[in-house]
């Protein structure tokens, strides 16, 4: 079945402490980003990446950090989250072919900074 | 720039009546495609339809359907004989030839939630 899957569903962590959030897809789709979701703003992308080790800026990359060392996965790094952070991410990706691509997305981390 | 406006938070219906969200955007692309998606409680989002700028034909799927007016920039969205599955938060989403200039892929409205009582 294709799929973007994250991990972990839901987390709960304080403010410093590093945590990583995977994301993985079976498409062999070259582009991929996150989002983040909050009340009243809809999703902002974060980051994104075209291909393999390559990876840009987004509207709200400040706090965050991404790698793309293999196609199929894109994780997402918070070195030292602080509660403004606290948010619904999504992790999406698409075919690179044509514009009119649709984004196929994860199941959502809901993470909460204490 | 790209901007997406859905001015409607949330919409409450009773079951059975139609109801129209709607979805305003900005672009200075000529070519440029519109998207809906749906989040239902359980929080993923269900990708529900794609347009191109070129082909102004609106389009029905089931009790779907979906008004694509280029002379107004608007994209709305119309549920018939509506049903409690419906409750959920809509959202509209564009994307130009310039998203990489603008370092965004897809540009997502605030969304609008919408309740279906029954």
């Known amino acids: 079945e294709a799929q973007v899957t994250q991990n972990p569903r839901y987390l709960i962590t304080v403010t410093g402490k590093k945590l990583t959030v995977t994301c993985s897809q079976n498409m062999n789709h070259e582009y991929m980003s996150w989002y983040r979701q909050d009340p009243g703003l809809g999703l902002r992308q974060i980051y994104y990446?075209?291909?393999?080790?390559?990876?840009d800026k987004g509207d709200v990359p400040e706090g965050y950090k991404v790698s793309r060392k293999e196609k199929r996965n894109f994780p997402l790094i918070l070195e030292s989250p602080s509660p403004n952070q606290t948010s619904l991410y999504f992790c999406?990706?698409?075919?690179?072919?044509?514009?009119?691509?649709?984004?196929?997305f994860g199941s959502g981390t809901q993470l909460s900074v204490l | 720039a790209q901007k997406v406006t859905q001015a409607q938070t949330e919409i409450s219906v009773v079951e059975k009546e139609d109801v129209t969200l709607d979805c305003v955007y900005e672009t200075r692309d000529t070519t440029y495609y519109l998207f809906w998606y749906k989040q239902p409680p359980s929080g993923e989002l269900v990708f529900l339809i794609r347009?191109?700028?070129?082909?102004?034909q609106n389009e029905i799927s089931g009790r779907y359907s979906w008004n694509f007016q280029k002379s107004t920039s608007s994209f709305n969205f119309t549920i018939t004989a509506s049903q409690v599955v419906d409750s959920a938060v809509y959202f509209c989403?564009?994307?130009?030839?310039?998203?990489?200039?603008?370092?965004?892929?897809?540009?997502f409205g605030a969304g609008t939630r919408l309740t279906v009582k029954p």
């Open positions: 989403a564009l994307r130009d030839r310039f998203w990489e200039i603008n370092n965004n892929d897809m540009r």
């Open positions: 999406a990706s698409r075919a690179r072919g044509t514009d009119n691509e649709k984004l196929f």
């Open positions: 990446s075209m291909n393999v080790e390559v990876t």
């Open positions: 347009r191109n700028s070129f082909d102004e």
